[in-house]
């Protein structure tokens, strides 16, 4: 259950505080030139220690590449092996977690699916697995890319302050934001929330938004194989996920067919994008537009009542550097796991 | 694409207006004594022509087994083969369909993907298909039962009318409702609203919640086989649906960590469920809840402009008969997708 | 694990004495105008009561066909549903076999396996699946001679009598042949020693071989996916095969290298075809070529010491309708496993 | 289609002379002791460089562990990553093949398959990458021990030389012997064998046999899922295979069924083993028994005619190091295929 995907497959390894993650890209196209600069650049969005919005963790993140490219940089076909060192974890801090499962963590989950678990820093379950994704997706995102296909993500809410919905968004922008929301105003109203909810030992949810331009008609598979569930699972995979949805999502769905209907224009354009560009779980050639929902992480400064491994109740404190909100770092993984879904959905035709 | 799980596995065929859906069910467990009448029962709980508020197509819909069981009505543990033939197609209300994709269905998508399409009914994109999955379900449920986990679903919002959040709900008030709402006063009022919308030619969507019961902690798989990734995938397979969340959802996604946080009790019972009763993936112990949002179906009785097949536009009236509201008949098929979804996963361990 | 194939997906289901067998087919390409009565034409060459070397059953073995076609016989890209009843089955001949396992059958695998297993006619392990197999590589034959693929199985060996390497072979010279053995004089030693072995009680194996042309190179995936290994598990999976080689195989493998290595001749051609057309798993261009053994079926009219559901011996003398020689009627399921297969991986491409 | 198996899952990568070969096994049962020692040793057993029989390459062949196993040795339950480092590639001695496909290796059909290949000591289609799958083997033979199923392999043939049928084969008569076969005599013979073939620039081919004990009843699935068909996917997957056979395979496939069938003994235990322990797809119980056959390698140190990429013919006159036979150090790689395939379906039960 560590491989993603069906015709662009990743399978990913590594705890937190092992020696490394990395995984397996299996099934990337041959003879694609690939940007491995790019590669790390996308690995460096996500990595922690950036700033004092996120975890104080400093994890150069850079990726090793062991096979399936040339010499001359040209994809082979085979697969492709990387791994990234974990150079900063400080498991001393986690020794108080030998025997206590902290509230809202997969802690007692893990234990109970294992009669195991790797206490360090969240084990498996730590989104530091994440980086591996975005490698993938690195490596995805080029190939959709030189098709014309386009994915970008950014941070839409933070608790209760939202982007309004007219604003023009584009890459440039979201990466001039701490907090990757492309507004100004809203981005300088996120970071002010964090602080504040850092400084009071707090955590804040929020909800990303994602867009991909440039999927033609006819992309996705009907009944279980639809390209919106495929982008559903990919979201809720990614730790912190806790709803998606598609077009006017919840909301749209509270209203009359005749305020939702996507109208025809000529060449069979919509006149409107209230579905999100997915149609019976195949693309419309409109923008597929979705989004999801990250709840607050649950490592809060403060003490909460926390399960013995005997079943008891004991009073914790958080140690360790956490991210008070893990939306601006949760954009990239966004993008990766989209950006592979994507792919593996073009791949199928 | 048209296999659903992993362990449990439920392959569908069968078009709308074709002789017969059906399917084959592989990975159901061996010396299962299955009650056939309360198979029947899902499907007839499906089934459309039950009243003022669905479609007027006439389906007995009697499923017929063809395999995988013994005489004395025990499952052998090889697969089992079922169709319910189609009685009622009125092909002629499609004739106008032939070169003509309606907004907002998979007309056009199905078209974009295949290079032809079944015009007649929705094809193969008909919800018709979805009788199928409540077979599958019904089977996934005894075997759940047996285990004492129980899946319910329920109408909990249509339109702007929505249930409120104390009320009571078991299996049994679903069924007295007309729209599946458990509570007697909203259940009226949503009645009145989709007769009100209907007389208008209009159509609206709404919300269904489904609660597990009974699931033990330790089910599900981490990174890419999460219980809620698969549960959302499931959910996003159902014709309609747009959007699905988690526990608090969307909601406590914009709310602090403190306020969301399910501190733990004894027993490794949590004291609050706002997580939906999944943490990493994998279940916690308590009672699994989420939501689905699906959107006003868009077959409305106004005039449309849809496409014709050469990228035109044409002003469409719609024929045929259809519910002007899902929510009713799609709780069914929300049980049966949780249920075999979480079968999938208890087998996994 | 009733499918085969990945892109090309066949699922089975039905036992020998059940109301029907049948399966779908997934992953059909859309818009092939597939010619039905070769698709019957097939299912005939493999039905039982052809002759005196063959089972008496008689089933008609019609395909009835229930989606995945349009009503002007072009597929549409969805899953093709299909059933064949079973009209001749005899229970009554079985009723003895309530309690005890016939030597060298399935019996009691199944048994040890499911706990139940349906005693009639072999249920689920009899040959009688293969029928749907042979409808499934009915629909791969038609797509992959529309791209110049041929695949053709004939019988090599009988017992001791095998046929001379250097013979034409040809499709029509083999349907000639009540055994499928495309030598004339062969062909009859081959007819006498069956009758020979029935008229004792007895039974006999041996070999089909298959070839298959129009293969460009490059077909085939390294390392878990290779062509060799697929058309290996494809052949063993057939009732009654023992074993599997390609190109030279068995003997070639017992030679020095100097005798075996394909060299090459100009347009990347090979001046001989030991490797039986696949170098790494990957298909060369040359004629792929295998063979398959298959085991002188257990049941024989002799008293032959069985087991007994409790554990005991107990002597059996078989009753019920068998080949004496299952190689007939294994050649047209070889083509079909062999035809799917290789269309699988074509698709992969 | 470089992931390996169901439910024990090896996903493998790597080039023979890029950085590194490694892979994820996923699906290890959680709190395993692993002796690491053990998989070392195993891996040893298989690598280059120990002796005269072997390609001189000389690699460590050290398998470093990246993830899965917690501090005190016990498996986590997830993923684990590890790598092998390359360290004795002489990329200069394959220069001359950059343009040039070597005859009966994969060289050409890698390049048909992917338009591109690494042609430095054959790339990905290196027996090299078989390091990987004696690593997954070897965690899969630990599991399997505990539950006390034994996998052995051993050299029956080489070239004409085969050994009696009346020995008895230990694995400690095996690791004796230079080519791993547990007879002395017929051992020195093959030694003398592959010596003399090496002096003339020649190579061999020949067939090793496997067996596994104690695999209860009931292993494997029925129709596509068989166990005999699964290590038949498994065996032909590794380079140089050409063949497989179970039981009295090819020879006893052109017998009577008198003389074939496995007639029961008390305790559902079979008075012969002719069926080489698998009915219908699934164990019997008795000793798990095939021979799979390995062709002579392709690398001769004699002028052989070669395809340039341009569809011309050159003499080519192979450099590098290789070995005169496979079978030795395929044995190791049989016995890791044969034991990550017999815990997959284990574990499917």
Tied chains: 1, 2, 3, 4.
């Excluded at 940007?35 to 975890?55: F, I, K, N």
């Excluded at 025997?99 to 809202?104: E, G, I, L």
């Excluded at 964090?194 to 867009?211: F, P």
């Excluded at 914790?316 to 796991?337: N, Q, S, T, W, Y």
């Amino acid at each position: 259950m560590n491989t993603f995907g069906r015709n662009f497959r990743l399978t990913t390894f590594g705890e937190s505080h092992g020696a490394a993650v990395g995984g397996v890209i299996d099934g990337m196209p041959p003879r694609v030139k690939v940007d491995m600069d790019r590669v790390q650049a996308e690995l460096t969005r996500r990595r922690p220690g950036q700033g004092a919005l996120t975890s104080g963790r400093k994890e150069e993140d850079i990726v090793r590449i062991l096979s399936g490219i040339s010499s001359d940089g040209l994809t082979l076909g085979t697969p492709i092996g990387f791994i990234i060192e974990n150079k900063d974890a400080r498991s001393e801090d986690y020794e108080n977690l030998r025997h206590v499962f902290r509230p809202s963590h997969a802690d007692y989950t893990y234990f109970a699916r294992y009669g195991i678990r790797d206490h360090r820093g969240g084990g498996r379950a730590s989104a530091r697995e994440t980086a591996c994704r975005v490698v993938g997706g690195a490596f995805a995102r080029q190939v959709l890319e030189a098709r014309g296909i386009r994915v970008m993500a950014f941070t839409r809410r933070i608790g209760r302050v939202e982007m309004p919905d007219s604003v023009d968004v584009s890459p440039g922008l979201v990466e001039l934001s701490a907090v990757r929301c492309p507004e100004t105003v809203t981005s300088e109203k996120m970071v002010r929330l964090i602080e504040s909810v850092r400084a009071d030992g707090d955590s804040v949810g929020g909800i990303a938004e994602c867009r991909i331009s440039g999927v033609a008609a006819g992309v996705g598979d009907p009944v279980f194989g639809k390209l919106d569930a495929a982008l559903a699972a990919a979201m809720m995979g990614i730790p912190a996920a806790k709803g998606v949805e598609f077009g006017m999502g919840f909301d749209g769905c509270c209203r009359l067919g005749s305020e939702t209907v996507d109208e025809f224009g000529s060449g069979f354009r919509t006149l409107s994008n209230n579905s999100g560009g997915i149609q019976g779980g195949i693309s419309n050639g409109a923008d597929i537009v979705f989004r999801v929902a990250f709840k607050p992480v649950a490592t809060l400064m403060r003490t909460l009542r926390a399960a013995t491994d005997c079943g008891g109740v004991e009073e914790l404190k958080a140690r360790g550097r956490h991210d008070p909100c893990v939306l601006p770092r949760a954009v990239p993984v966004v993008e990766a796991m989209a950006a592979m879904t994507v792919l593996d959905a073009v791949m199928e035709i």
